[in-house]
Structure formats: structure tokens, C-alpha cells
């Protein structure tokens, strides 16, 4: 029988994701844990005839992947938290000017230098946009290496779409780890891999009138239309593209949410959980902006409690608390600085919770 | 009567925003008319800067983008490398280019990356109210430099295109001046092998335009033009840096 499956690391199939999006052209800078992915488009990008930059820095990563934006191509860069926070400027630019383009982060520990191990502590500047001005980029999340194809495929399709940049936020560990990929199953046509038309893009004013890209917009007025049409725009992507994944959602006492590596823990825990009889639920968001809110708000109703489980210390049960207002009461459970949670740990946790 | 002088194609019939006897007006003009006369409007891609230029796309008439403050170069070298037959170039002052866009500049040209860099060079921040600029002359007095540049304090001129120039992908950089009609001719020629020169595939280029800005340096125009002449062209003389 013919494999499909290949074993490949996070950051690897990252970089095979955009490929198969039609991504030709990278930027990026080394930075750890995600050089596997700069070294992957490196090679990948050669064999295709696309495009490989080794940037001078992460500013200058993001600001031609700007460029290469602007120019109609599918562009893409990585790098990981405190390199992301330098992308930051060109990132409200991308956002300002209305252009589509993926970044992938796959975060570590900090603040500042920080460490190089598996964090979510970059959830506040991933979903708030990150940059200057008012402005969201829309944040995949995934759990699996699988999930890192098919969403770093999608984000170029729903960055195309609407115009925005995609963030991938990954972690370390998913970077890091090695699982088997079926590329067959990715390359199967989804959101990610539909051609928009580009008639923006700056290609030469051939047979049309001349265009332009910019963000800035002094008229009386003008800046603020831009900003209402950037909102409609969020809305839109507020009720067509929320993406989770839920279990028992409905029918629980207590509900686990996590995302990424902690939501692929929380899996792991309801199952245990529920092979012992216990009314536990999960819901793990994959979209974190726009963040599935209803389904939480829903499964609130039931709930008697809520446990938010992160690579932190507490960012998204921000956004918990928003969308169940008094509903039902949160627990968190949380590391900070580059601290992965263990399973063991938190199912102690949930038997607590359960049985008190 | 034939008519002999007429407003390029490649510039639009605006006014623009730029104060009396500032050359700007005179290089966006030089570049249209360049762009017409290689007939390249149709596949011409410029890039405005952060400062005075910021609003070159109003008054150029073909495709223009605006990059982030210095990351000028970093975004003309996304749009050639997806584009390699278009012109791409990059319109930038002396301080995108030469103090918050010094590694956006020195990689793209060491790159040997085929875009055209037009630099203007006129010794201060006019947009933000005539700070020091990297390019500011030693005792000229800025907002920013009240008893005027200091060597000791605030270092001497930036010689970017003499830094450039020892960089193996740079392939031509000349030094020009816009003071005097002589010199706008050889800057017009400048412009043009530039262009020329990335149409060719040769690698990088740039043209140092030394232009006047009299609101910021406190002179009437006609002063401005003297000044350059006798003041400016001590610390930045003209002619081919490198591509001799």
C-alpha cells in the first residue's frame, strides 16, 4: 500500500502548508525554535523557482514580504516572539495599506529575550492586533502537525480574501515535534489554495489607471472611513470564520479550554476524564481571533465551571470572561516562562473541580 | 508653433505641496520625464518614503506604494523579486535612507539588488520641522542642533554613497545637485543610467540628489542655491562615486 503519511517536524510542514497555498516567496530571519522553517523554505522555495530572502532583519523580513505583497504574490514570514514583536510595525502597515500576508509565529518564552522553550504568552499582541492603530490580524491556532499544514494553507486563502494579514501562531513545541503528515489530505483544494483576483496589486499601469497602496490618509475624514471599512470587514470575518474544535461541549459540568499544545493536553484530559465517568467537556479554539465565543457562551449555560488551561499566565481567559460574563465560574491553571503544563497536573485539577 | 516643453506623461497635472525652492518638485519631474522618454510608465513601480516625498504618489502618474519609515529598500526588494522586468525604484530623503533605513539601504545594495534608489539629500527632516539629519554639515543649525552640529556631540556628516560604494553589489552611484540648471541636466543623465542600469540586470544603483530645503535652513532660495555651492559641496562633492 502506498503511504501518504510522511513524518515531518511542525516547522517543516509549516513551510509545506504555504507551498501548497502557492506561497513562492519568503523573508525571514533566524531565530529559535523556528529555523527549521526558514532552512525548509530555503530549500523549498529553490526548487520551485520562488523566492528566498535571508533578511538583515526581521524589519526588513516583514517589509518585503510587504513588497512582495504589494506586487500580487503570496508571501510569507516566520520567526518567533521577540523577532515578532519587530515585525510588529510592518505588520499595522500590511494591516493599514489592506494587504493579505501570513506570519507565522512560533512562539517562546519572555518577556524581553526571554528563553527559547514552548509558550502561548503572545496571545494579547497576536489577537489585539500587536502593532500600532486600530486593527485585528486573524489568528489560527493549530494542535497537531497536520493542523499546521491546513492552517498555514488557509491563512493564505482568508488572507487574500480579506485583504489582512494571517497570523499562524504556533509554538516550540509544535515546531519541534515530529508526527506523521498526510500531504494527499492537505492538498486537497480548501479555502487555502483559491485564487483571488488581484487587480490592486502594482504591477505596472498597463492598459489601466495607475494604483496605489498606502496607509497614509490625511484628508479630513478619510482615515476614519478606512478604519469603519476595516471593522465591517472584522465583523464579516467575526461571523463567517470561527474555527474550534469542541467535545461534551453541551452536556458537561465542567468545560476545559485551551488552545494549541494545551489544547491537544486538555484532549488527552477529557478523554481520561470521561473513561472515569466524569462530566467533562473541552472546547479548543482554533480560530483565537475571531475567538469562538458563542460556543463557549453556550457551553457556559451548562457548565458549572470553566477551566482555562495556557503557556501563560492568564491571556485568553481575557476573552473567556468576555464572551461568559457571569455565567459560570473560571479556573485557570497556567505556566509562565516557557513551562509546558502536565497532563497529570491539570487531570488532578479537573477531579478537584468535578468532584468539589 | 511646435510645442517644446510640456508636462510629462509620467507626471500628473497636480499642485503640489512642496515649499518655494525646494528641489523636490525639480527631481519628481526629472524622474517622470526619464520614465517617458525610456517609455517604461507602464511598467514603472516607484516606492514613496516617510518625509517630505510621502506624497510622491499624488504627483506621479503610474503605480506607487508607500513604504514604512527607511524600510524603503526592504519593500522595493519584495516587489523586484516578484517583478523582475518592471523598474523598481525607491524615492527617499536623508533620513530614510541614511539613519533609520541605514541597514535596509547597505544590505539591499550589497545584495546587488536591481533597483534605483533616488536619494534626495537636502541636510535636514523637513516634514517633522528641520531636526539634524544624518547628512546635516558640521555648525549648521537645526531645530535640533540650536548652537549648530557639534562634531564631538553629534558626529560628522553621513557619507552613505561613499559607504555604498565599497560594496561589490553596488554597481553605480554618482553624487548631483539640482542648484543649478547645468547640474539638473546631469542629474536628468544620472537618473537615466540608473534606470538603465537595472533595466540591464547590472545590480544596485543610486542617485544622490543634493537638493535645497531654504524653509529649514533659514535662507531665501537664491541663498539656498549659494550655500550649496559654496558650503555643501565642501563635505559632499558631485560626480561618479562608483561605475566610473
Same mark, same amino acid.
Do not use: I, R
Given at each position: 500500500m502506498k503511504r501518504d503519511r510522511i513524518l515531518m517536524c511542525g516547522n517543516e510542514a509549516c513551510g509545506e502548508g504555504a507551498v501548497i497555498a502557492g506561497c513562492r516567496f519568503y523573508a525571514g530571519y533566524p531565530i529559535t525554535p523556528q529555523n527549521e522553517l526558514t532552512a525548509y523554505m530555503a530549500k523549498r522555495m529553490l526548487e520551485l523557482g520562488g523566492t528566498f530572502i535571508q533578511a538583515e532583519s526581521e524589519l526588513a523580513a516583514i517589509n518585503m514580504v510587504f513588497g512582495a505583497s504589494v506586487a500580487g504574490a503570496r508571501a510569507m514570514t516566520s520567526s518567533s516572539s521577540p523577532g515578532i514583536s519587530l515585525k510588529q510595525e510592518g505588520i499595522s502597515y500590511i494591516a493599514g495599506c489592506g494587504l493579505p500576508a501570513v506570519i507565522v509565529n512560533v512562539m517562546r518564552g519572555g518577556p524581553g529575550l526571554g528563553n527559547i522553550a514552548p509558550s502561548q504568552a503572545d496571545y494579547f499582541q497576536a489577537t489585539r492586533g500587536g502593532g500600532h492603530g486600530d486593527y485585528r490580524t486573524i489568528v489560527l491556532a493549530p494542535a497537531s502537525v497536520q493542523e499546521v499544514v491546513e492552517l498555514t494553507r488557509d491563512a493564505f486563502g482568508l488572507a487574500d480574501e480579506y485583504r489582512m494579514p494571517v497570523m499562524v501562531l504556533s509554538d516550540g513545541m509544535l515546531g519541534q515535534m515530529m508526527e506523521p503528515v498526510d500531504l494527499v489530505a492537505a492538498n486537497k483544494a480548501e479555502v487555502g489554495k483559491r485564487s483571488v483576483e488581484k487587480p490592486w496589486a502594482l504591477t505596472g499601469c498597463k492598459d489601466r489607471e495607475p494604483n496605489m497602496i498606502r496607509s497614509l490618509l490625511l484628508k479630513s475624514g478619510a482615515l476614519e472611513d478606512w478604519n469603519n471599512e476595516l471593522q465591517a470587514r472584522y465583523k464579516t470575518i467575526e461571523e463567517k470564520e470561527v474555527r474550534y474544535e469542541a467535545l461534551h461541549e453541551d452536556e458537561s459540568d465542567l468545560i476545559i479550554i485551551g488552545y494549541g499544545t494545551c489544547g491537544r493536553i486538555a484532549k488527552s484530559c477529557v478523554e481520561r476524564a470521561r473513561d472515569e465517568g466524569l462530566s467533562v467537556g473541552m472546547i479548543r479554539p482554533i480560530t483565537l481571533w475571531p475567538f469562538p465565543k458563542d460556543i463557549v457562551r453556550k457551553a457556559a449555560e451548562k457548565a458549572k465551571a470553566i477551566l482555562v488551561v495556557e503557556m501563560s499566565s492568564g491571556q485568553m481567559i481575557e476573552d473567556v470572561q468576555l464572551a461568559i460574563g457571569e455565567r459560570c465560574k473560571i479556573e485557570f491553571y497556567g505556566r509562565p516562562g516557557g513551562a509546558v503544563p502536565e497532563e497529570d497536573v491539570i487531570f488532578e485539577k479537573i477531579r478537584t473541580l468535578v468532584s468539589g | 508653433m511646435d510645442k517644446v516643453f510640456t508636462r510629462p506623461n509620467s507626471l500628473r497635472d497636480a499642485e503640489t505641496h512642496y515649499c518655494a525652492g525646494c528641489g523636490h518638485g525639480i527631481v519628481h519631474r526629472l524622474v517622470a520625464e526619464v520614465i517617458d522618454e525610456m517609455g517604461l510608465r507602464e511598467r514603472t513601480i516607484g516606492i514613496a518614503p516617510v518625509g517630505c516625498a510621502v506624497l510622491a504618489y499624488d504627483y506621479w502618474n503610474f503605480d506607487v506604494t508607500e513604504a514604512a519609515h527607511g524600510r524603503t529598500p526592504a519593500v522595493a526588494t519584495g516587489i523586484k523579486r516578484v517583478l523582475p522586468d518592471r523598474l523598481v525604484f525607491t524615492y527617499q530623503g536623508d533620513g530614510d535612507l541614511a539613519a533609520i533605513g541605514t541597514a535596509e539601504t547597505v544590505h539591499a545594495a550589497n545584495r546587488g539588488e536591481d533597483i534605483s534608489i533616488i536619494f534626495v539629500n537636502? *541636510?535636514?527632516? *523637513?516634514?517633522? *520641522?528641520?531636526q539634524m539629519a544624518p547628512t546635516t554639515l558640521l555648525e549648521q543649525k537645526t531645530a535640533t542642533t540650536p548652537t549648530g552640529r557639534d562634531l564631538k556631540r553629534d558626529g560628522a556628516p553621513l557619507k552613505i554613497s561613499e559607504m555604498l560604494a565599497v560594496l561589490d553589489g553596488a554597481v553605480y552611484i554618482e553624487r548631483t545637485s539640482v542648484h543649478s540648471p547645468a547640474g539638473v541636466n546631469k542629474t536628468k543623465k544620472a537618473i537615466e543610467r540608473s534606470f538603465q542600469t537595472q533595466m540591464d540586470k547590472k545590480g544596485f544603483s543610486m542617485v544622490e540628489i543634493i537638493s535645497p530645503c531654504p524653509t529649514y535652513w533659514g535662507l531665501t532660495p537664491r541663498e539656498s542655491l549659494k550655500w550649496i555651492e559654496e558650503r555643501i559641496f565642501k563635505t559632499y562633492p558631485l560626480g561618479v562615486i562608483k561605475g566610473k
Open positions: - | 537636502n *541636510g535636514v527632516y *523637513g516634514m517633522t *520641522g528641520g
